[in-house]
């Protein structure tokens, strides 16, 4: 027994001793309480808010990816572990000894040997001490915790996904999503969808149904099990106002039924994160000022003969340089052909040759990513048939960023942009009518930027502080229906723009974006010159 315990403590003393260097810039304990006290600013009177923690997810066999937090999850909270639950009150809450309380956390407890294997647990005392948290407990607590779901007027949570594994730990996700549903009367029945839609007709003025008629129609031809519930098709087809008064009181009572809400929480979250705040904003920009130097590391080091694989890795390399801890999504280079594929992350293209080579990259820093793209020579000059294309989508950019100010709707950069690819695509003969520039330019131009690529926002008009991207691009694959000289040829620039009340700054301008600047950056010399490995059979 005496043994048990020496080897025990011998374990704890030298798992403390691991990893003592970390960084000192992340988020501090202060920003995720503020951040908890703006969601429920946000609540319902009389509602609780119920958060997971991301599930792990397996790679294969007895191999998992490296696990990635819940963005929401860590906003909230700065907790980056699994199986753990966050219970957010709008009201104070009253424990038996007479404590009040508006917020528990529930997390992985300390466990000496699945933390040799996979690494230190903060635990409940280390989710006090560094996170902030007064009311924290073991993860097996929330179990058997007697939280009654069913007195609090709206229970808001995120529908789940179905991802998640029983693993061995006692209370691992499975676990605690299990309990939650028993806790909660979740239905096996329950449908995100058609509450929602019921929510919206609830809310919604019998004289103002219009509106809600038309974002029913879509879901109704879009899902044909929802045109089965008589409330709802009931709804859609009245032929007057007094029958759809009839059919939303009968959902105004059917909503009573039940306290499950799995789409507020969104709403709530998506308005919060779409602007950012200083402490934000200083890993945003570090983020992307990291990958800004990839892609100017990354002009200077290439040459014909690198493979996509390669390229992707100096990236990747400078990112791990600077301690990004990941990669923000998986990188795209694409030479050639391959650059018009939207999506293109095989990256197996043995050598660039001659063609244009779109990298699209971003590091993650501290949780918040960037996504900064450039096309460039593989050789270092532009042909004149690359130089058009490019100098169309380098156009349209600064139309689209020229267009993000703050009060402008969401849709401005890409109005903006496309014109600018349209009237460039007809004056080269590449297109006959503006219609026809989707086939070339078949994307969005902005998204949100922050601890998600796609980060969540309102989609409403442009805030301060709001960091979106502006990436317009052509792309021109082989076979088109133009001229055969424009084949192969892909061209997307990509910057990441915050949104002030002084007007647009490029974040990510250091990555030259010019033709001229580009061939420029390509004559310097490369560390990675010198850069020699043996050759392999």
């Not at 939650?180 to 004289?207: C, G, H, M, S, W």
């Not at 008629?213 to 709804?235: C, I, M």
């Amino acid at each position: 027994m005496k043994l048990n315990i020496v080897i025990f403590l011998a374990i704890l003393i030298g798992l403390m001793g691991y990893a003592q260097d970390l960084p000192t810039d992340y988020l501090p304990s202060d920003f995720h309480k503020d951040r908890r006290e703006k969601v429920r600013a946000l609540m319902p009177e009389n509602s609780v808010t119920v958060l997971f923690a991301n599930a792990e997810r397996n790679r294969a066999n007895d191999v998992d990816y490296i696990y990635h937090q819940d963005p929401d999850f860590y906003y909230l909270t700065g907790y980056k572990e699994p199986n753990s639950v966050l219970v957010l009150y709008s009201d104070d809450q009253i424990d038996e000894n007479g404590n009040t309380y508006n917020e528990q956390i529930f997390v992985q407890k300390r466990d000496a040997r699945s933390e040799q294997w996979n690494g230190k647990r903060l635990g409940v005392e280390g989710v006090k001490d560094k996170l902030g948290f007064k009311m924290a407990f073991n993860a097996e607590e929330f179990v058997s915790a007697p939280i009654d779901f069913k007195s609090f007027d709206t229970l808001l949570f995120y529908n789940f996904e179905n991802d998640y594994r029983d693993g061995s730990e006692n209370a691992d996700l499975y676990d605690l999503i299990k309990a939650f549903k028993k806790k909660a009367y979740y239905p096996e029945n329950y449908d995100e969808r058609k509450q929602q839609l019921y929510t919206t007709i609830k809310a919604t003025e019998v004289e103002n149904s219009a509106n809600v008629a038309q974002t029913l129609g879509r879901y109704l031809n879009r899902y044909e099990d929802l045109q089965k519930d008589p409330l709802l098709s009931g709804y859609m087809n009245a032929k007057d106002d007094n029958l759809r008064k009839e059919f939303k009181d009968k959902i105004s009572l059917e909503l009573q039924t039940s306290n499950l809400n799995s789409f507020m929480l969104g709403e709530i979250m998506s308005s919060l994160r779409e602007t950012k705040t200083k402490d934000e904003l200083r890993l945003l920009k570090k983020a992307i000022e990291i990958s800004a130097v990839g892609q100017i590391e990354m002009m200077k080091a290439m040459h014909p003969n690198m493979s996509e694989s390669e390229i992707q890795g100096v990236h990747e390399y400078v990112y791990k340089k600077y301690g990004a801890e990941y990669e923000g999504y998986p990188s795209i280079v694409g030479g050639g052909n391959n650059g018009c594929i939207l999506h293109y992350i095989e990256n197996t293209k043995t050598t660039v040759g001659n063609d244009l080579v779109l990298m699209d990259l971003g590091a993650e820093y501290h949780g918040y990513t960037a996504d900064v793209t450039r096309t460039i020579p593989a050789n270092g000059t532009f042909t004149p048939e690359q130089k058009a294309i490019y100098n169309i989508v380098y156009e349209a950019q600064e139309a689209g960023i020229e267009a993000s100010r703050v009060g402008a709707p969401f849709q401005a950069p890409g109005r903006a942009a496309s014109e600018v690819v349209a009237a460039g695509l007809i004056k080269l003969g590449i297109i006959s009518e503006i219609s026809q520039a989707r086939t070339y330019f078949p994307h969005g131009t902005s998204h949100y930027l922050g601890l998600d690529v796609h980060d969540k926002g309102t989609f409403g008009p442009f805030k301060p502080n709001t960091i979106i991207t502006v990436e317009p691009g052509i792309y021109i694959p082989e076979g088109s229906d133009c001229d055969k000289k424009w084949w192969g040829i892909a061209v997307r620039i990509e910057d990441d723009i915050l949104i002030t009340d002084e007007g647009p700054v490029n974040l990510s301008a250091m990555a030259p974006r010019t033709i001229a600047s580009i061939e420029a950056m390509m004559l310097k010399s490369s560390p990675l010159d010198a850069f020699k490995l043996p050759k392999l059979d």
